[in-house]
């Protein structure tokens, strides 16, 4: 397109695109992140799992592996400008991951996620992550030894809560017993998710106009040392939701720690028919 | 794809997908509406609508006609279960259109809207609308003759704002003079949008997945009387935004209705570069 | 107090109170009120009922009888300045009377009630309603023969919601049948509320500052015609709620319609202990 | 009153008042608090300071001295259980203090102050705080040295927003030089405010129901070492507000620290006319 075509003006990653591309609700990658993170590692129903694997992701061979992550995260894209106005760089998010194998190797997949900013839902469908808006709510440490603080050490009780439409989706608690070599393990694996954008063209609404699995790229990855402990997950029923079929069978550790990292790459791994 | 191919069970007009298909966040087409309107017909700078105009639309010969429109919808799929579940079926709305020349013919295009709802978000961006979420309020009648309505005869005034991220983006008012024939005159042409999805492979960034113009199409479209009266319109900046370059220059009648009709076919008119 | 005396210059009818007495977070009364109603007369566990009435009030001979009501309000103060900024103006609310005998006479109390905007929530602590924030929804109706607006007639169906800190608290359905000559009854005795404003001294948190029983006063009020029809609600617990101790044991006819008053006059009953 | 007598058994610190006591929006005192605070020390117009001065109290000989202050919130009761329910402890808050002398002793007193939740809004109107719901925003630090995290050495930047009913009320940046060894000076001296709640009966709507000077009580505080650094700070005008009156003619230096303490107790300094 050269330079003085008709549109070559209208600038930004995403809509809405003007002239001058400030108005994109997402700014253009790279896309730094920070965050402070409740895990609990946990296993739901195998056949429920299956079910929610994406088209060429086999199940794992530890049946019914999730885990259910709350975040509170800070972000914002190069430059920083973002950070001094933390209306458009702060959101909080939940969401659960299932484990599978794609072509032999451990993954992880995204069948359920909330977040309560719009650049973070949208982000989030960029990335192949099926975002909806939420409200979402964590404990948080604030460093000093006082009764409303909940610190770091034995025996620090922390929950998170998770809703949507008025309606209590997830809770979580972690009861800390001390720091976690490792770390937790259900989330771990690469991410693959599926890109999704539908057509609206009568006759088509099924053949979605970007339908493709992708495996989600980052770099410059930081992380605190890893509180862990005892933990509980429910995840309750409400309408227009499905996550529940994710429900925990068997509930395995908790984890709580900060996480940092910068995201300006996907690979396509196949189109979906 | 067979019944039995690994995927199939995974179904959902938009993600979330899932086997249900309950949990897609926008329910498959059709989608049926009904709102109260404000509108105001306006002229901002020729130059910066000339700017907004998607590629292949041509400037309007009437030069920076414009029109900019508060809706509370109340919204709902085929059966319209949502309907008894008002946090899935109302939202608020404010956006602005620019007129332009398609092909020769009169359309408008809509380069800035918000809506308070995630579900409207996202039936926005598969329509083309580069919505982002906003706070939007209206006077309302209630159709009592006492002190806080404003009733519909001369004289009545309504008010209308949309922010976003804690900032005022836009303030309406409308002085009610009686009743018009022919209502709202720049948002009447046939609404030609920008479908736009963008790539997050590294080298691609400028390369959307989707990026098409298309017209949208509607059905079994129904009006109220209309009122129409003197106006108020400001358009204010904020950080992030640029809807502020089409401020008024000059401003026209305003109007307030109550519209309703049903979307469930879009005409793409051409790929993008 | 004499004009030159200092403090004499902090003007508002309640905090905060300011040389201009703009910033006052309630504007001084009377208060105008119109608002869409859906109530639903029901009675409840008549142990539960009478645990909740003020010092002075005796149980209603009719054993247990309640309403529930849900109302999206506009109000304004004298000049209706507030009209034309409806962020200021409107708000949407949810509560249960309980009805009982003051003296011999039939009253309702109201134990329990949400709004979703801070001047809505003083104003009703100042009338003695123990309001706290919510989130409410109720189907509208728009006027319009289209799929989306569920009309007036028969088979007409509205729900409604209300949800606090992202759990739902009350689920409520209408199903219209016809017009209504009484409209409801169990919430059209005289409001007896208790105004009750805590200490924070050491050794006197028991002894509220101000804690009286009052009747409200109301004046120009207007009706529209009254829908009716068979009618649902539920209320759910909740952490740090009570309200669902008054879930309905029998549910009768449901309620819909416009009303309108204005208020600037409370009767203080007694003094309680 | 007997334990037998009626209303004996509605128990609660607040309305509503129940059998169980749980219902109360706000939960008996003690109150524990931890919170991240960014303060700018600075200077308004005499005049305007001296006009919201309550009654008795004389403006600082040091004319014009304030602080605006933002605080990141988590409070409980007494056993914590609010703990782990965030959505009940946690809030943002953002308030200006002006400087005055009592009996010739420095205090502060706080005009203007918004909070985003309601058990805070009554919370701070029982101490005096003439608080209104409101939306806050600050940039954290998370510990770790990624992109997203300011971190807390040297050229560290810090922002924060204040805005309410969608107009944006305040704006504050710091940009961090190093520690501190003193801390905010404008907002140390105690805190004295106006515990006020109006009368509706006709005729008596200026002679408020409580009306009283107040000294704030705290116990078992604690501070983090204090970032000190350069700050802006911007007032914005908007309707229904006047803390625009005490926009900055003089920026001091702008402060970053954690700090907690438990309030159980009030002063009541003088009854006012």
Not at 109 to 132: E, H, N, S, Y
Not at 223 to 250: Q, Y
């Amino acid at each position: 397109m050269t330079e003085g075509a008709r549109g070559s003006r209208l600038r930004g990653y995403t809509v809405p695109r003007t002239p001058g591309g400030r108005a994109s609700l997402v700014p253009r990658p790279p896309w730094h992140y920070v965050g402070d993170f409740m895990v609990v590692d946990y296993w739901a129903d195998p056949e429920a799992c299956r079910a929610l694997l994406p088209e060429g992701v086999e199940p794992h061979p530890d049946a019914g592996r999730c885990a259910a992550i709350f975040v509170e995260w800070q972000s914002c894209s190069e430059g920083g400008e973002e950070l001094l106005d933390p209306a458009r760089s702060q959101y909080r998010e939940f969401f659960l991951v299932v484990n599978g194998l794609l072509d032999g190797e451990e993954v992880t997949t995204c069948p359920f996620i909330w977040v309560d900013q719009d650049f973070a839902l949208a982000r989030g469908w960029i990335q192949g992550f099926p975002k909806k808006l939420g409200e979402v709510w964590m404990t948080r440490t604030f460093g000093l030894d006082v009764t409303a603080d909940p610190g770091r050490g034995p025996g620090a009780r922390y929950g998170a809560t998770c809703s949507a439409r008025g309606r209590l989706l997830a809770e979580m608690t972690l009861t800390v017993e001390g720091t976690s070599d490792e770390g937790p393990r259900h989330n771990a694996p690469p991410l693959v998710n599926v890109r999704h954008f539908p057509r609206l063209e009568a006759g088509r609404h099924d053949e979605p106009a970007v339908h493709e699995l992708v495996r989600a790229k980052s770099r410059d990855r930081a992380s605190s040392e890893v509180l862990e402990g005892s933990a509980t997950l429910k995840l309750h029923a409400a309408p227009g939701e499905e996550h529940d079929g994710l429900a925990p069978v068997r509930v395995g550790r908790g984890y709580r720690f900060t996480f940092g990292y910068t995201v300006d790459d996907l690979e396509t791994v196949r189109e979906l028919s």
